[in-house]
C-alpha cells in the first residue's frame, strides 16, 4: 500500500532527503532560536495584512530572510511542542499527555540527544534563557525528590528549595540557564531558576484574578518569590540572553553559541510591562504581542552591536497556535490571531498549529525570500546538524528533517519531508502529505467547541465518520470532510501514520 501511496502522490518516500542538495556552512554560525508561547499565524504584520498590532522587527526580519508560509509547532500545547524541538522527537511517542505544571519531574529521557548536546558536542557555548516546560527534579527535605506528575500548589510547598535541582536545562547539553520551571506566570510556581538553583525562594501565596481562559488575566494559585514581577519577566529574560551574548563575545569571540531564548509572551496572563500598555488597540494581549516583537528587535539589536549578526542563524516562531482569548481581541479590535486557519491552541485544526516560522542568515539565507515548503520544528534538529557537518544517531532526531536546503533556497522540486505528523494536548494525531491532512479522531482534538465557542463550531459534513480528512488545497479553511469520499487517500494516510508508530521514527535515519 505505502508503495502505491508512493505512485499516487507521485514523490520517493524516505529517499526525498537524500535527492536534496546537501548544503553544509563552510564556518559553524551562531544559533539563536527565539520561540514564542502561544503566538498565531495572524499575529505578525508580514503574515496578516490585516494585523491591528505592529511588529515591525518580525516585519524586518522577514526582509532580511525567509519567511515560510507552512510552518507547523510539533504539538498544539506547550510542553509537548519544547521536548520535541529540544529533541527533534514527537513528544506523543513518551506516552506522556497534556502539559507539565509547577514542579512536575523530567520528560526528557536520561542519555537521549537534545539540539544543545548536539552543538555542545561541536564546540558550541550553549544557553538557554525562558520558558523550560519540559520539567526537571526538585527534592523534597528527606532528600527524595517530588512526584514526578500532578499537584498543585501543595506540591510545590514539598521542595526544599536549599537544595539543587537536576535534570533540568544543564543537564541536557546547555551551559547556561535562566528561567522559570514551567509557564512563568501561570504554573504554581512563580520563580526564577539560575542554572540548577532557584535565585529566590517563593514564600508569597499569590491567587488568581480568573480562572477563565477566555479572560486576559487567567493564572493558577501558586508560590511566588518576592521580587518576582509578572509584568517585568520578559524584559528579566531579554536582559539574561543580552548578557549571555555579552558575556561569550567577550570570553569566547572565536567560538560559537548557541542561544535558546523562550519567552512568557504571548502566553496567558496577558500581562505586558508598564512601556508596552496601550501600544496597540487590540487590548492587553495586543499590547504583549507588541513587547514580544520589541524583545525580537533588542535581540537583533544586540547581534548587531557585539558584530556576530553576519555570523548568525536566527530563527523565530512559536510553540503553537493562538489561545482562546483570541475570541475576546476578534469582538474588540477585529484582530484575528489565528488568520486565516481554523481552530485555536489545543486544536489539530491549522489555527493550533500552523505558526510563523522566520530566518535570518547573512549571505547564507536570500533576502526577502518566501517558502511554502512544509516544515515543522522537530526539523531544528537535523537542520543543527547538517549546519555543523554532524551525523544524528539512529536513536536521535526521530522526526526531524534537514531544512537546511529550503532555508538557502537551494531546495529541489521534491519535498523535503514525507510527510508531517500533527499531535495535540490529547495526543491526538494527525498526518499531512502534500495537500491532504488526515485527522485520525473526531472533533478538534482539543477545546471543546460547547459554551462559549460554540459559535465558533462549523458544521461536519461527514458526522459519521471516524475521522476528518481534508484538501487544503482546495479547502484551506477544513470545512469539507472528504472522509468517505476519498478511502483510498484515508487508507493510505492512515497506513503512513501507523508505519510512524511502529518503526519510531517519521524521518529516515540520520536526516
Not at 527535605?141 to 536549599?162: A, I, L, M, T
Request: charge should be neutral; glycine fraction near 10%; charged fraction near 25%.
Amino acid at each position: 500500500m505505502i508503495q502505491q501511496f508512493i505512485r499516487s502522490f507521485g514523490a520517493g518516500a524516505f529517499l526525498v532527503t537524500a535527492l536534496a542538495p546537501v548544503v553544509v556552512a563552510a564556518e559553524r554560525p551562531n544559533v539563536l532560536l527565539i520561540l514564542a508561547d502561544d503566538l498565531g499565524y495572524g499575529d505578525v504584520g508580514c503574515y496578516n495584512p490585516e494585523s491591528k498590532v505592529l511588529t515591525p522587527h518580525l516585519d524586518k526580519l522577514a526582509r532580511q530572510g525567509l519567511r515560510l508560509t507552512d510552518a507547523h509547532s510539533p504539538a498544539t500545547v506547550c510542553t509537548p511542542s519544547r521536548y520535541s524541538v529540544l529533541t527533534g522527537r514527537m513528544c506523543f511517542r513518551t506516552g506522556v499527555r497534556g502539559v507539565l505544571t509547577g514542579v512536575d519531574g523530567p520528560l526528557i529521557e536520561p542519555r537521549r540527544l537534545t539540539v544543545a548536546e548536539l552543538l555542545r558536542q561541536q564546540g558550541y557555548t550553549t544557553g538557554c534563557v525562558g520558558k523550560w516546560h519540559v520539567g526537571m527534579t526538585f527534592y523534597q527535605h528527606n532528600g527524595e525528590p517530588v512526584g514526578p506528575r500532578g499537584g498543585g500548589v501543595e506540591k510545590v510547598r514539598q521542595v526544599d528549595f536549599s537544595k539543587p535541582i537536576r535534570n533540568g536545562p544543564t543537564g541536557v547539553g546547555f551551559d547556561y540557564f535562566f528561567g522559570t520551571a514551567c509557564c512563568p506566570t501561570t504554573d504554581w510556581l512563580y520563580a526564577y531558576i539560575e542554572n540548577d538553583r532557584v535565585v529566590e525562594t517563593p514564600t508569597e501565596l499569590v491567587r488568581p484574578a480568573t480562572r477563565n481562559w477566555l479572560e486576559y488575566e487567567h493564572f493558577r494559585a501558586g508560590l511566588k518569590a518576592p521580587g518576582f514581577d509578572f509584568r517585568k519577566v520578559d524584559l528579566v529574560f531579554l536582559e539574561k540572553s543580552i548578557r549571555f551574548l555579552q558575556r561569550h563575545v567577550r570570553e569566547r569571540p572565536d567560538e560559537p553559541f548557541f542561544l535558546f531564548h523562550a519567552t512568557q509572551a504571548v502566553h496567558l496572563p496577558a500581562m505586558p510591562a508598564e512601556q508596552f500598555v496601550g501600544k496597540t488597540e487590540a487590548g492587553p494581549l495586543g499590547d504583549f504581542i507588541y513587547e514580544f516583537d520589541y524583545v525580537v528587535g533588542e535581540l537583533l539589536g544586540a547581534l548587531d552591536r557585539l558584530g556576530v549578526a553576519d555570523n548568525t542563524l536566527v530563527m523565530v516562531s512559536s510553540d503553537n497556535g493562538p489561545e482562546i482569548v483570541i475570541t475576546q481581541m476578534r469582538k474588540q479590535s477585529g484582530h484575528d490571531s489565528a488568520r486565516p486557519w481554523r481552530g485555536f491552541k489545543r486544536d489539530n485544526w491549522e489555527g493550533g498549529h500552523r505558526v510563523p516560522f522566520l530566518a535570518r542568515w547573512p549571505g547564507r539565507i536570500p533576502p526577502g525570500s518566501v517558502s511554502d515548503e512544509t516544515v515543522c520544528l522537530t526539523d531544528v534538529m537535523a537542520t543543527c546538524a547538517a549546519i555543523v557537518g554532524a551525523e544524528l544517531p539512529e536513536d536521535a532526531g526521530e522526526d526531524s528533517y534537514n531544512i537546511l536546503p529550503v532555508l538557502v533556497g537551494r531546495q529541489g522540486n521534491v519535498p523535503l519531508r514525507t510527510y508531517t505528523l500533527h499531535q495535540t494536548i490529547s495526543n491526538a494525531l494527525g498526518i499531512r502529505r502534500g495537500p491532504w491532512k488526515l485527522l485520525a479522531h473526531k472533533g478538534s482534538g482539543g477545546n471543546s467547541y460547547d459554551g462559549a465557542l460554540a459559535e465558533y463550531r462549523l458544521p461536519d459534513t461527514d458526522p459519521d465518520a471516524p475521522g476528518q480528512l481534508y484538501n487544503l488545497a482546495d479547502d484551506p479553511g477544513e470545512t469539507r470532510n472528504l472522509y468517505r469520499q476519498q478511502p483510498r487517500i484515508v487508507a493510505e494516510l492512515r497506513q503512513w501514520l501507523e508505519d510512524s508508530r511502529s518503526r519510531g521514527r517519521s524521518a529516515p535515519p540520520g536526516k
